[in-house]
């Protein structure tokens, strides 16, 4: 159902924060493929991803890994977030009633901090169609910058921000 898309650099902690997260989702079928797109990593990035099972893309354009990405939705997360438990009964809910782009709740930071969190881009996520990413996706963009332009609902599902 979900491809997992994770932009990375130097991030080797972090992303395996993020895919130990992801396990259960994996286990259950709510995660199909995780794909790190990678930004010139020189630490161990390809190992974690390797050894976790990630498809592992060095320098591709974000547009070519939506092309790639075999899940009708995706799920763009910065390394190091990790996703509140029950965030899949959520998401299917979401996707079969709502639909749309959607981001989660961050939690465990002062409400200041959590008002300023659209601005940040992906610190909240990003769960979107494919069809609806590929259609708004510019060439050179990273997962940033679809970020800022899609719309999104907020989901009542959990996010712990990224490092």
């Known amino acids: 159902m979900l491809s997992v898309l994770i932009e990375t650099g130097n991030h080797e902690e972090a992303l395996a924060r993020t895919l130990a997260s992801l396990v259960s989702a994996a286990v259950e079928g709510m995660v199909r493929e995780v794909i790190v797109l990678d930004r010139g990593s020189t630490d161990g990035t390809s190992r974690?991803?390797?050894?976790?099972?990630?498809?592992?893309?060095?320098?591709?354009?974000?547009?070519?890994?939506?092309?790639r990405a075999r899940g009708d939705w995706l799920l763009l997360i910065e390394p190091g977030a990790r996703l509140v438990?029950?965030?899949?009964?959520?998401?299917?809910?979401?996707?079969?009633?709502?639909?749309?782009?959607?981001?989660?709740?961050?939690?465990?930071?002062?409400?200041?901090?959590?008002?300023g969190l659209k601005r940040r881009g992906l610190?909240?996520?990003?769960?979107?169609?494919?069809?609806?990413?590929?259609?708004?996706?510019?060439?050179?963009?990273?997962?940033?910058?679809?970020?800022?332009?899609?719309?999104?609902?907020?989901?009542?599902?959990?996010?712990?921000?990224?490092?």
């Open 48 to 67: 974690v991803a390797d050894h976790a099972g990630c498809v592992f893309l060095a320098e591709a354009s974000l547009s070519d890994v939506l092309q």
């Open 85 to 115: 438990d029950g965030w899949t009964d959520e998401v299917r809910r979401h996707v079969a009633v709502d639909g749309g782009a959607a981001r989660f709740t961050p939690t465990r930071l002062p409400f200041w901090e959590r008002l």
């Open 123 to 163: 610190s909240a996520g990003l769960l979107v169609s494919k069809q609806d990413a590929v259609s708004v996706m510019r060439k050179n963009w990273d997962g940033l910058a679809l970020a800022r332009t899609v719309r999104a609902r907020r989901l009542d599902a959990g996010i712990l921000a990224g490092d």
